[in-house]
């Protein structure tokens, strides 16, 4: 079977050391993290951690189980491309000297992004898409002197009608 995307959502109670007993599970299996997102979740009390990784889904259901398992894990899932909807955002910061140029304003126009912050120096862009569209920007903008680049890692929700509250209170019986 071939590696592809995975998106994986597991939902937690916030335990000291949870975030370190869950990515050694993926290290012991020798699965890269591709990024992680830490947030509080829909529900009171309980958080979600977004794990993307890329990998056959039937090594990700292995550990997604073993996940499950762990004592302060509420509910593990995983979901393909196609299963959610998804975005990241990057920011870009870039000497002021280059941004007044017309190829720059037009690149910002036609990618969707955004200047967020103006300083003597310096100018802070910021996209908000997939890593794609980030990346895409960032090779854009490289040649007007940029400075530093950050990129989040994914927030991601399925598109299917997934009633984590109803789900996550079965499990808890």
């Not at 870009?92 to 910002?108: A, G, R």
Request: net charge positive; glycine share 2%; proline share 1%.
């Amino acid at each position: 079977m071939e590696k592809q995307i995975i998106t994986v959502s597991i939902y937690t109670e916030n335990f000291v050391g949870l975030l370190n007993r869950v990515t050694t599970i993926f290290t012991k299996r020798h699965v890269n993290i591709e990024s992680i997102t830490a947030s509080k979740s829909e529900i009171e009390n309980v958080h979600r951690y977004t794990i993307v990784v890329k990998e056959t889904p039937s090594l990700i259901e292995k550990i997604v189980k073993q996940i499950d398992k762990q004592i302060d894990v509420i509910g593990a899932f995983y979901h393909l491309e196609d299963q959610i909807v998804y975005q990241e955002i990057a920011l870009y910061k870039m000497n002021i000297k280059n941004v007044y140029e017309s190829k720059f304003k037009e690149i910002i126009s036609t990618n969707h992004a955004r200047i967020v912050e103006i300083e003597k120096k310096f100018v802070v862009v910021e996209k908000t898409g997939t890593k794609s569209d980030t990346d895409s920007l960032y090779n854009e903008l490289k040649p007007f002197g940029l400075m530093q680049f950050v990129r989040s890692g994914r927030v991601a929700i399925t598109k299917e009608r997934m009633n984590i509250s109803e789900i996550l209170n079965i499990k808890k019986l």
